[in-house]
């Protein structure tokens, strides 16, 4: 289902343009700007100072989403941009509840759904992470990143569900056996010591969801 891949198209105002570019332009105004204090410190004008050392991010854009949200909660590309940005930030917590606003407007926006089920994956929240993949697979059941994903998170679950990871991983293959994913599908079967399945095989039947609303 090659169309699963293709983000949909929005239309968007030219408010939301304006914003989108002045989003840009912070971003990289924020990139040129660590560019030219690394050269800086490489050359000596630092002292002594590490130019690899970690420097934490400027909070710049983070606040001007913030106040864009904050003004018009109904900005569908500001949300989503501050969404992303919390969850990639650790700010998951936050996050959520931004996901869940885009998703109550457009329930069958599966790409925003599965970028929310990941979200929770990495905050740890196994069994809310779950529901999400298991909704998009029930939209989209030939969905290979919604496979491996929640394979994934099969597979590091407390405790392990590695026959579900294994049969998601061997759905990968089957689905998919010249893509990216298809590849890790079979390094992790083979980690696992799980037999990996021949291209074209008949893919299971996807595993029930499960956790809470």
Not at 198 to 210: D, H, I, K, V, Y
Request: one cysteine or more; glycine letters at 8%.
């Amino acid at each position: 289902m090659r169309s699963t891949w293709r983000r949909r198209l929005r239309r968007i105002d030219g408010a939301q343009i304006a914003f989108s570019i002045l989003a840009g332009l912070v971003v990289c105004s924020l990139v040129a700007g660590a560019l030219g204090t690394a050269v800086f410190d490489q050359q000596g004008g630092a002292g002594d100072a590490d130019p690899l050392e970690y420097q934490e991010p400027s909070t710049e854009l983070e606040d001007s989403l913030r106040a864009t949200v904050a003004a018009n909660p109904e900005n569908v590309e500001a949300t989503a941009l501050l969404a992303n940005l919390l969850a990639n930030t650790g700010k998951v917590t936050e996050a959520i509840p931004l996901y869940e606003r885009l998703l109550a407007a457009n329930p069958d926006d599966t790409g925003r759904r599965l970028e929310f089920a990941r979200v929770l994956a990495d905050g740890e929240k196994q069994a809310d992470a779950d529901l999400q993949f298991g909704k998009v697979l029930s939209a989209e059941p030939g969905n290979v990143e919604a496979l491996f994903y929640r394979a994934q998170l099969h597979r590091t679950w407390n405790p392990p569900r590695l026959a579900e990871a294994a049969a998601g991983y061997r759905q990968v293959i089957e689905l998919g056996p010249d893509q990216y994913l298809a590849e890790r599908a079979a390094e992790e079967l083979a980690a696992m010591g799980f037999a990996t399945p021949e291209a074209g095989a008949t893919p299971p039947a996807t595993p029930p969801m499960e956790g809470t609303p």
